[in-house]
Structure formats: structure tokens, C-alpha cells
């Protein structure tokens, strides 16, 4: 092994051991019996140590003295080793890569341990750590060897982890989907890197990539399509929803908080390693972004399966993110460094409190799926009562995603904002009328995800439970609850204490856009991030006091006379029962109907005849638009189609070899006729 | 005349006071608007007040079926009105806290309580605030993109992004220079706070079928203190649009302290009458053709702002 310069302990060892350790952390399991706990003990293990050092590395390389380093390893071809470096951008996507797989394998232990699921329990455990190693060398590498085989470690892995139920038909089917995306996105990266390969002569990626030329556009459209294939952006994102759904649910916390970000960070280095970028990089970014936050919420609002539900709001997420790479890319084309900052400091800040949030709420449907057995919101509710600390977790996790203060999605989305509101006050033409309707496309995201998770709280916690499942339900255990109450804090900490992150994301910014190096300011000169603290501080305490006055106000009185509970008031109806509640379906009907145009969906509307109409139900779904109208039909059509090719597949292999022949004969003559 | 230091003192606590105590005679001068159009005596102006204090001192009745959130609600609704109060200015002066965006930070602290008064609906458990509970929902994602939008043209308009700066004393200027957006972003505004306050025609807050309720049905479980904060946020909620809109509307400059005061509360009861008038004058509108009047809102402020960048 070389090293470069000589600094031994430099963070990529620290980093290096984190991945290895990672990606062994399922191994000593497979040589005990299915019954052994030893497996899941290891695994964890192995983990909590790579995790562990991998932050240790990622922290030490964040340190502002730091010099650069590099490490390089020999890989299996000679020309292609595997070189090594974090900077800034990397550390943060390494940290929340350790951080949420951590939690993730802890909250493992008690939804999936081995005893509950012999047969899959030690697959889905050397996959998951397979799959976190395979993210961290990703965010690590330097050259494109090193980045395509983390890229398909991966996305591989990914796969084996969705299929862990893989009897399942519907889980084998969210795994094919979620199988040719992967292999189309990991085609674009192979091409894009060719290209890259062909225009600057070296695997490295150390840039400048030149961007305005015929190679330079083809070179982002192509990224543009691979990461964003993985991120999920809005037409890509088909295979997102099925495959979060029916993957186990600490899977999906780490598949939808971190692994589709790790497209995001192939967007941001592929940008970071780009000289001057054109305008409409930023204005397509900015665009996609925009559509993809609204429609991905909008199909959000029509599901009625909690995780498809938290699956659509990643699309949502993923846009809001790309609406601040669009915003720092056109600050970049403009030579505007303060927007800039704000945009790529509220796109990677909103990577980190996505990370969080949606781990969170993942690992909160997570528990009531674990207990309640169904993922139908209106088969559930009422489970407040059973489950206070969940439901806790969960609204904590739903006021964050909807970016309300004083929790963190309110920082990076504020951040957002102020750039939209800057780049509308400065006379850019086009681009400042965009601004500002990306930025009341930010309000009508902000309004319709609080539509959407308010929905979802109510029908699953609030009210009374729809069915004896729900009746049954019962609190998690404290290995679930813990890793559930680390990710609130740390939406907390982020939401109060946002001045205390805003070093690294100078950091980060000063990376991406070397050619502002000497002309960014720092992020809270740009965001008023003290005064908001304050405020949130404030809002704290105010609550707090309030609240204790209410419950003071409202305690039994000293004569020993309870306060008196009665049932709810429905106008003078005696008996309300649960089934009369609103339910997910009809709260959503309203805006579901103000979407229809989008969101196609499929209503089943009984027809009631007669004085004395007979037994009819009511159903309504909403189906992706984009698969099951567009993708699926399409691919039936010319699969049908390539059925009269099917004549020359004979299946004996004397004509097979006439083919080979044949081609053999063909190319000699191409060869000869040059 | 006392040092400065005694009047700054004097003029936040006057400020301070002023806005804890004036919101609920809005609603008054609402209701003796709509009796007088109705040939009414009404009740007496300070009715709104009475209201509250007898609801703060009454007992608490909860429902079975509720648990911590349908309390929160309450709780987070004023905790969050109160909050607002400080960010927004009044008299041409600046608000107690003034920074870049914090229009943005009093939207979304809004949109906090409404986050919390839409789940405690849903605690109860009933189809009828569940309605309620939809229908806020739904309407708020028409209303919040205007709203936004026509602050973001009032911030270009201003170069600058802060409420207090956009109300300030450039105001008329502003008014010279881009009357005709800014009478655009104003209509968007007073749609805004006729939808956010549940007035009609988007909400009639005194009809008596919780069916076509919005705002008072989402309620109808609570009682006693819970229900007097309920009624007190909302109020203060009320007093914070009209304030923005009124000051928007009628941009005096600096005259002197106390006929500017008398400007600012004369502006605000005058804007309370315009409600009673809309109030009394039109019908609430089906609950199908509330989105196109909201929509008409965010076209408005569109509208507004594309003329902006002539």
C-alpha cells in the first residue's frame, strides 16, 4: 500500500477501517446456527466499532487545520487502484452514512432479530453492513474505479436487502423494479465516466471538468439520469416507493435516509468538480426540484400505506435538496458567492436533517407495522394511547419534515428560501421570476407535507383504532425506542442549536465552489441563525410554561374530585363509533381531487339504485402515474414487439453455434473491408 | 419631556401592551358591524373580552378518547400567536425582533398551530372535525403559497427581507413607484386573511351546521381555559394579518408618536369594519368553489410580482 503524503493515522485510515469493519460485521453470523444470537451480537458489534471509527475519521477530516491527504490502495487491474480522500463534502455524507446505519442495526435488533426471522436474519445482516460499507467507499472515493465499485457493492447489496421477504410476490416484484433502475443508473455512470475519461485522459476526479461543450452537456445529463435515478427525483423515482415499502423497516430508514443521498452526492461532486457551470444546469436542477417536491407530495397525500407514504415524501425531500443545488449552481453562473452558500448549505443540511427525520419516521412505522402487523393507515388509530413514546417519536419527526420550526427541517429550508428571496431581489431576467415561483413552490410543499403527515399521525395515533390489530397494539421494546429517541434529540439539537453546525457547512460551501474560495461568507452572515435560536428558545419555554399552567389549571381539584371524561361530542349522535371517523382516504379526498390531473387516481364508486339500495363499498387508490400508466404498459407493448425475435432462440445449441459462427464470419469480413 | 431612554422604554411597553390587549376588540367591532347590518343592537364591543375571562376561569372537560396532542393544540395555537405578535411592526416602526426572513418565520409558526389544531381535531376521534380538519388543510395550501408570494413581492418591492423594512417608513415610496403591484399583492393579502381567519365567504364562524364548518368545528370538543387560549390565538391571529394589511394599506409617514398611534388603531378598526361589511354583505360560497377563490389569491400575488420586473 502507498501512502501520500506520510501522515499514517489521516482520517481515511480511520475511515478505511470503518468500511471494513462494516462490510465484515454480518460474516462471523453465517458460521453459527440460525438460532444463535451470537450472529446478531457481532454484527452489531463490528458495526457500532467501524461506525465509530468511520465518524472518528469523518469528524478529524473536518478539522479546519487538516492538510488534504489521499489514500491509495492497488486495485484487481493494473491502472485501476483505488484512491482515497475526504473533504468536507465527503465527511458529511460519511457521518450521516455511520450515524443512521448504527441506529438502523441497533433498532434491527429488536424488529428483526433472529429469533423472530431464523431464515432471513443473517442474509439481512451481512447486507446491511455490505451496503453501508459500500455508501462510505462511494463518499470516499477519488477516482472512478474506486467510485463504481462502491457504487455497485451498493447497489447490489440494496437489492438483496429489499428482497429479505423474497417470498413475498410483492417484494419480489419492488425488487425487480428496483433491479433494472439500478442497472440503467449504473449504465449512465459507466458512460459518463467514459466520457469523462475521453475528455480529460485520467480516472481521476480531481476535475475541472470542462462544461461548455458538446462532451460537457452530455457528461451532466448523464449524471443528471444515473444519481438521479438513485436519488429518486420525479420521473425517476419509480422504483422508490415500492421498494421502501416492502423492505424491512430499518432498511428503508437507511435506504431512504441515506443511500438515495448518495445520488445527491454524486450530483454535488460532479458539480463541485466542474469549472464555471452553465446557467441552465441550475435552472433544469432548480426546475426538476420543484416538480419533484410537489408531485412527490401530492402522491404522498393519496397513499394510504404509511411507508409508501414516507416513500413519497423522500421524492419530495430529494427535490427540496436539488431546489438548493439548483439555486448554488445558478448563484455560481451568475458570480453571486452569498447565494451560493445559502443553496448548497441548505441542500447539505437538508441531506443531514432528512438523514434524521425520515430515519425516525421510518423506524416509528417501523414499530406500529412490528406490532400492529398491517401498514394500512385506515386499518389503524388510536395507537397514541398504546404507544405514547412512538407516537412521540413520531410527531417529533412529522413537525420536522414539514420544515416547522423549532425543530431542523425549518434551518435548511430557510436557508432555501433566503436565496430564492435574494435571487428575486437582484435583475437576472428569467431566472429571478423563477425564483420567486420556486420559492411560493416551496410554501405550497411546506403546506401540502403538513396536509399529508398531519393525515398520517391522526389516522394511525390519534382517535380510536379502526381494528382489533390496532386495539392490540402494544409499546416497543427499548432497543427500537432508543435509537428512535437519538434521531429526535438530534432534530432537536439541529432545529435549536443550528448555529453550532453552520462551521461545516462553510466548509462544505468553500469545497464546492473553489472559485468563491476567498469571497463566501459565512453561512450565518447570510442566515440569521442566532435570532432564530433565540426564538425557537423562546417558543421552547413559552410552550413549556404554558403548559404546565394548563395541566395546573386542569388537575383534579384538592377536594379529590377528578376532572370528568366524557366521550366525544357528534352533534347529539349517541353512539360514534370508530368506523365513523374520517379517515385517511377522505381527509386526503379534497386535495387528492385538486391533484386528480396529476395523480390519476382510481376511484371504485358504488351505484346505489332503489328505495332499498343493497351493500356497496367505496375504494379509491392512487397509482404511480409514471409505472403503472407509463413504464409498465410500455414495457408490455415492446415486449410483445421483441416476442418475434423469439424465433431465433431455438434452445438447441447446434443453432446457437451456426449464430456464433456467423458473427465470427461477419466480423473477419468488417475487419478485412477497413 | 422625559430623557429618551424613559420614552424607548415607554413606547415598548405602550407597543407590548397594545398588542396583548387589542386583538379581541377587533372581533367586537366585527360583531357590532355585522348586528348594525342586521338591524341589531349586538353585543357590547368588549363582549370578545368577557368571552375569554369566562372561559379562563371555567373547568376542563376532556374527552375519552383524546390524548396529549388534543391539549397541545391550545397550548402551541397561543404559545405561537404570542410569538407572532413580536415579529410584527406596527406604526411604521419596527417590530420588537426584526431580522432577514422573518415574514417566513411568523408563516411557518402559523403554520405550527395550525399543524397542532388539525392533529387535537383528529384526536377527538369525530367525522365532524375531521372535516373541519381536512377542509383547514386543504384550504391552507392555497392560502400559503399566496401568502408567500405576495410578501416576496412586497420584499423586492422593498429590496429587503424583513417585515419591518417592508412596512417601514419607505412605504409611500414604495406606493409611488409600484402602486399597481402592490394594490395586487393587497387584494391576494385580505383573501389571505379572510381564508386564515375563517371568515366568510371562505368560513362562517357563527353558523350553526358543524357540517359546513371549517375552523369552529375543528374545535367543538374543546372547553373551558383550553377553548378561552383557543379564542385569544385566534384573535391575535386576526390582529396580526389586519396589522400587516392595514399598515400595507394606508402607509402614513412619521407624524408624531401618538397621532401616528392614533393612525394604527384607527387603520385596524376601520379594516374590522371592512370585515363586518364583507361579513354581512356576501354569502359564504359552496365549500367546491373555495379553491378557484383561493386560487384567486395566489394568481393575484402572481400577478403582483411579475409586474415587479418590468
Redesign the interface.
Known amino acids: 500500500m502507498v501512502v501520500e503524503p506520510v501522515s499514517l493515522p489521516s482520517p481515511e485510515w480511520f475511515m478505511l477501517c470503518g468500511i471494513v469493519l462494516a462490510g465484515l460485521s454480518g460474516v462471523p453470523g453465517l458460521f453459527v446456527d440460525r438460532m444463535n444470537r451470537f450472529g446478531e451480537r457481532s454484527a452489531l458489534l463490528l458495526l457500532g466499532t467501524g461506525s465509530l471509527s468511520g465518524v472518528l475519521g469523518a469528524a478529524y477530516a473536518l478539522s479546519p487545520t487538516r492538510l488534504r491527504s489521499a489514500l491509495v490502495l492497488p486495485g484487481p487491474l493494473a491502472g485501476a487502484d483505488l484512491r482515497l480522500s475526504i473533504d468536507a463534502i465527503s465527511a458529511m455524507f460519511l457521518i450521516q452514512i455511520f450515524a443512521v446505519s448504527l441506529l438502523g442495526a441497533i433498532y434491527g435488533l429488536g424488529y428483526w432479530s433472529q429469533s423472530e426471522h431464523p431464515e432471513s436474519g443473517r442474509k439481512l445482516r451481512l447486507f446491511y453492513g455490505i451496503v453501508t460499507a459500500g455508501m462510505a467507499l462511494v463518499v470516499s472515493a477519488r477516482n472512478a474505479v474506486a467510485f463504481l465499485w462502491g457504487w455497485e457493492v451498493m447497489a447490489l447489496a440494496a437489492f438483496l436487502l429489499i428482497t429479505t421477504e423474497d417470498r413475498d410476490s410483492e417484494v419480489r416484484a419492488a425488487g425487480y423494479v428496483y433491479l433494472v433502475a439500478t442497472r440503467i443508473g449504473t449504465l449512465c455512470l459507466f458512460a459518463m465516466f467514459a466520457l469523462l475519461y475521453r475528455a480529460h485522459g485520467t480516472w481521476d476526479l480531481d476535475g475541472p471538468i470542462a462544461a461548455r461543450s458538446g462532451a460537457g452537456t452530455a457528461i451532466f445529463l448523464l449524471g443528471l439520469a444515473g444519481f438521479g435515478l438513485k436519488a429518486g427525483l420525479i420521473p425517476l423515482h419509480v422504483w422508490l416507493p415500492g421498494a421502501h415499502a416492502n423492505a424491512p423497516s430499518h432498511v428503508s430508514a437507511l435506504m431512504s435516509g441515506v443511500l438515495i443521498k448518495i445520488g445527491i452526492y454524486g450530483l454535488v461532486r460532479l458539480t463541485a468538480l466542474t469549472a464555471a457551470p452553465p446557467l441552465w444546469w441550475g435552472v433544469v436542477l432548480l426546475a426538476l426540484g420543484v416538480a419533484s417536491g410537489v408531485l412527490g407530495v401530492a402522491f404522498a397525500i393519496g397513499q394510504h400505506d404509511l411507508k409508501r407514504l414516507l416513500a413519497y415524501h423522500s421524492v419530495e425531500n430529494i427535490g427540496i435538496i436539488c431546489m438548493g443545488i439548483g439555486l448554488a449552481l445558478i448563484a455560481r453562473a451568475l458570480g453571486r458567492p452569498e447565494l451560493a452558500v445559502l443553496g448548497l448549505a441548505g441542500a447539505l443540511l437538508h441531506v443531514w436533517n432528512h438523514g434524521l427525520f425520515k430515519a425516525l419516521l421510518f423506524l416509528a412505522a417501523g414499530s406500529v407495522l412490528h406490532t400492529a402487523g398491517t401498514r394500512d393507515i385506515d386499518q389503524l388509530?388510536?395507537l397514541?394511547?398504546a404507544m405514547?413514546r412512538t407516537?412521540l417519536a413520531f410527531?417529533i419527526g412529522?413537525?420536522a419534515i414539514?420544515?416547522?420550526?423549532p425543530l431542523n427541517g425549518?434551518i435548511s429550508e430557510?436557508f432555501i428560501?433566503?436565496g430564492l428571496?435574494?435571487l428575486?431581489?437582484i435583475d437576472a431576467g428569467g431566472v429571478?421570476?423563477g425564483a420567486?415561483?420556486a420559492?411560493?413552490?416551496?410554501?405550497?410543499i411546506?403546506?401540502?407535507a403538513?396536509?399529508c403527515?398531519?393525515?398520517a399521525?391522526?389516522?394511525t395515533?390519534?382517535?380510536?383504532p379502526r381494528s382489533l390489530a390496532a386495539r392490540r397494539a402494544r409499546e416497543a421494546p427499548g432497543s427500537m425506542l432508543a435509537p428512535m429517541a437519538v434521531l429526535a434529540l438530534a432534530c432537536a439539537f439541529i432545529g435549536i442549536g443550528s448555529p453550532l453546525v453552520a462551521p461545516v457547512l462553510d466548509r462544505a460551501a468553500r469545497c464546492w465552489a473553489p472559485e468563491f474560495a476567498t469571497t463566501l461568507a459565512p453561512v450565518t452572515s447570510l442566515?440569521?441563525l442566532l435570532?432564530?435560536t433565540a426564538?425557537c428558545g423562546?417558543?421552547v419555554l413559552?410552550?413549556l410554561a404554558?403548559?404546565t399552567w394548563?395541566?395546573a389549571?386542569?388537575r383534579p381539584t384538592s377536594r379529590g374530585v377528578a376532572?370528568?371524561?366524557?366521550?366525544?361530542?357528534?352533534?347529539g349522535y349517541a353512539a360514534?363509533s370508530?368506523r365513523?371517523?374520517?379517515t385517511s382516504s377522505?381527509?386526503?379526498?379534497?386535495?387528492v381531487s385538486?391533484y386528480g390531473w396529476a395523480l390519476r387516481p382510481k376511484v371504485h364508486r358504488p351505484s346505489l339504485g332503489g328505495p332499498f339500495a343493497g351493500e356497496a363499498s367505496f375504494s379509491s387508490h392512487v397509482p404511480d402515474v409514471v409505472l403503472d400508466r407509463l413504464l409498465v404498459p410500455a414495457a408490455r407493448t415492446t415486449g410483445r414487439g421483441l416476442g418475434w425475435f423469439r424465433w431465433l432462440q431455438r434452445g438447441s445449441v447446434h443453432a446457437y453455434l451456426i449464430y456464433i459462427l456467423a458473427t465470427l464470419v461477419w466480423l473477419m469480413l468488417w475487419q478485412r473491408g477497413r | 419631556m422625559p430623557p429618551p431612554s424613559l420614552r424607548l422604554v415607554g413606547s415598548i411597553l405602550l407597543h407590548g401592551a397594545f398588542i396583548l390587549a387589542f386583538p379581541p376588540l377587533m372581533l367586537g367591532v366585527i360583531g357590532k358591524t355585522k348586528a348594525a347590518f342586521a338591524g341589531r343592537v349586538g353585543p357590547p364591543l368588549l363582549q370578545p373580552y368577557y368571552d375569554i375571562i369566562k372561559l379562563l376561569q371555567k373547568?376542563?372537560?376532556?374527552?375519552?378518547?383524546t390524548?396529549?396532542?388534543f391539549?397541545?393544540g391550545?397550548?402551541?395555537g397561543?404559545?405561537?400567536a404570542?410569538?407572532t405578535t413580536a415579529l410584527v411592526p406596527l406604526d411604521g416602526q419596527p417590530a420588537f425582533?426584526a431580522?432577514?426572513?422573518?415574514f417566513?418565520?411568523l408563516?411557518?409558526?402559523l403554520?405550527?398551530a395550525?399543524?397542532f389544531t388539525?392533529?387535537a381535531a383528529?384526536?377527538?376521534?369525530?367525522?365532524?372535525?375531521?372535516?373541519g380538519?381536512?377542509?383547514e388543510?386543504?384550504y391552507?395550501?392555497l392560502?400559503?403559497?399566496a401568502?408567500?408570494?405576495g410578501l416576496?413581492?412586497l420584499?423586492?418591492a422593498s429590496?429587503s427581507?424583513s417585515l419591518s423594512a417592508m412596512l417601514g417608513p419607505g412605504l409611500g415610496s414604495m406606493w409611488a413607484q409600484q402602486g399597481a403591484s402592490l394594490v395586487l399583492v393587497a387584494a391576494a393579502l385580505f383573501i389571505v386573511l379572510l381564508a386564515e381567519n375563517s371568515r366568510i365567504p371562505v368560513d362562517d364562524p357563527n353558523t350553526h351546521l358543524?357540517l359546513t364548518m371549517i375552523h369552529e368545528v375543528m374545535v367543538?370538543?374543546h372547553g373551558?381555559?383550553?377553548l378561552g387560549?383557543i379564542t385569544y390565538g385566534a384573535a391575535i391571529k386576526l390582529f396580526v394579518f389586519a396589522a400587516v394589511l392595514a399598515r400595507l394599506l394606508l402607509p402614513a409617514p412619521a407624524i408624531g408618536f401618538w397621532a401616528g398611534w392614533a393612525i394604527t388603531t384607527g387603520s385596524l378598526l376601520a379594516l374590522a369594519v371592512v370585515i363586518g361589511v364583507v361579513e354581512s354583505t356576501m354569502a359564504r360560497l359552496k365549500l367546491t368553489h373555495i379553491?378557484a377563490f383561493l386560487i384567486a389569491a395566489?394568481l393575484l400575488s402572481?400577478f403582483g410580482?411579475?409586474l415587479l420586473?418590468r
Open positions: 388509530g388510536g397514541a394511547k405514547p407516537a410527531v412529522a413537525v414539514c420544515g416547522l420550526p425549518f430557510l428560501y433566503l428571496f435574494r428575486t431581489g429571478s421570476i420567486a415561483f420559492a411560493a413552490g416551496l410554501a405550497l411546506g403546506a401540502l403538513l396536509a403527515f398531519v393525515k399521525l391522526g389516522a395515533f390519534l382517535g380510536q442566515a440569521p435570532i432564530v426564538l423562546v417558543l413559552a410552550l404554558l403548559a394548563l395541566v389549571r386542569t376532572e370528568p371524561r366524557i366521550g366525544t361530542w357528534d352533534c360514534p370508530p365513523m371517523q374520517y377522505s381527509f386526503a379526498q379534497g386535495l385538486l | 373547568g376542563s372537560i376532556f374527552n375519552r378518547t390524548t396529549w396532542v391539549r397541545a391550545p397550548v402551541i397561543i404559545a405561537t404570542l410569538l425582533i431580522f432577514p426572513g422573518d417566513l418565520f408563516a411557518y409558526l403554520a405550527l395550525r399543524f388539525v392533529a383528529l384526536d377527538t376521534g369525530s367525522a365532524f372535525e375531521g372535516m380538519a381536512a377542509r388543510a386543504t391552507a395550501c392560502a400559503e403559497p401568502l408567500v408570494l416576496l413581492a420584499a423586492r429590496s427581507l358543524e367543538l370538543d373551558g381555559p383550553a387560549l379553491p395566489v402572481s410580482v411579475v420586473f
